[in-house]
């Protein structure tokens, strides 16, 4: 056992019926670490993060869970919180009173965080004696992050936790989740945002009909010999074609906008010559990120084995 693993995952099968939801998973998730699930829909994300908050148990598999190996029977492992499928809360109580029935059905010997410390973290201080009926989608996923919070958790679990969340809301979850992460906390989090997640997590896992068709470092996925296509902008356009044109391993793309097709050497001596003959670079950029290709390469190369 690796006592800085948050989560083991071995072999983990899962069904409903005819249907394979996981089928032979694998999972390291590191302690400190913010792990990202992307997959397509139905690829068994949800089914994972069920797995990992108590909410179902695998048909087969071992899942070793902050160090200690999960059961057969349904409970939620200690030290474990989150939630998926939004969270669950009372309409007719304010944010405030929502949290303090969750501390106290908690009991009072649980590890409990302060509500106003917790509501403070996420944001909703100014709201808290509202009741949730009236929340937004990103208002509630805020509370919900926050009843998560209550909780002190060791390996947080979260079901798209961006969705309903405008780019200030978006910033601070982020914000909260990194500095959770900083302090230890494991993160695990499913998103169908590649920007999300680039920003986000180090590591990830693809999930493609059940089963890992990638999981590690976010870098390896960004290897340095696989081409994308950058948008170039510079101070003078058309010299910035011809230069493109000349290099070797360059494709021009578009050349109204500039997009090139190019691996990362190809890009980094296309840049040497901009700087050499005096054209500033301004903006370069993936038009697609690195984690969205090879999302979309894995999970195509696995429909197409089927
Ligand atoms: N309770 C259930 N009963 C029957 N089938 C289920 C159940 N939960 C999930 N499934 C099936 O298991 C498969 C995986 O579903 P899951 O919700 O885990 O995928 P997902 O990756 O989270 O998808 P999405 O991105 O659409 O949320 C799907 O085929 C789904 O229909």
Redesign the pocket.
């Known amino acids: 056992m690796d006592a800085s693993l948050a989560v083991r995952a071995r072999g983990i099968t899962?069904c409903?019926?005819d249907?394979?939801?996981?089928d032979g998973v694998d999972l390291d998730v590191t302690e400190g670490r913010i792990h990202g699930?992307v997959?397509?829909?139905?690829?068994?994300?949800?089914?994972?993060?069920?797995l990992l908050l108590g909410l179902?148990v695998a048909d087969r598999g071992s899942l070793e869970i902050l160090g200690t190996p999960v059961g057969r029977v349904l409970s939620a492992p200690d030290g474990v919180a989150g939630f998926?499928?939004g969270p669950g809360l009372y309409p007719s109580l304010t944010a405030r009173q929502n949290l303090a029935a969750l501390a106290s059905l908690r009991g009072p010997d649980a590890r409990t965080a302060g509500i106003d410390e917790v509501l403070d973290q996420v944001g909703l201080t100014a709201v808290a004696d509202d009741r949730t009926r009236g929340f937004s989608l990103g208002m509630r996923q805020r509370l919900g992050l926050a009843a998560a919070l209550l909780t002190r958790p060791r390996l947080l679990v979260l079901?798209?936790p961006s969705n309903g969340l405008d780019p200030a809301g978006k910033r601070h979850v982020h914000g909260v989740l990194s500095r959770l992460a900083a302090d230890g906390t494991a993160v695990v989090l499913?998103s169908?945002r590649m920007d999300d997640l680039e920003a986000l997590c180090s590591e990830v896992t693809i999930?493609a009909?059940?089963r890992v068709v990638f999981s590690g470092p976010l870098g390896k996925l960004a290897a340095e010999n696989r081409e994308l296509d950058y948008r170039l902008l510079t101070s003078d356009p058309p010299a910035a074609r011809e230069l493109a044109a000349a290099v070797r391993g360059i494709e021009i793309v578009d050349a109204g906008v500039l997009v090139v097709r190019a691996s990362v050497p190809a890009l980094d001596e296309l840049v040497a010559r901009l700087v050499g003959a005096g054209v500033a670079v301004r903006e370069l950029a993936p038009v697609v990120s690195p984690l969205e290709t090879a999302f979309l390469a894995l999970t195509e190369q696995q429909e197409d084995g089927r």
Do not use: C
């Not at 249907?19 to 996981?22: C, D, G, I, S, T």
């Not at 997959?39 to 069920?50: D, Q």
């Open positions: 899962k409903f019926g249907v394979v939801a996981l699930l997959g397509p829909n139905g690829a068994g994300k949800t089914t994972l993060l069920g179902a998926v499928d079901d798209e499913s169908h999930l009909t059940g």
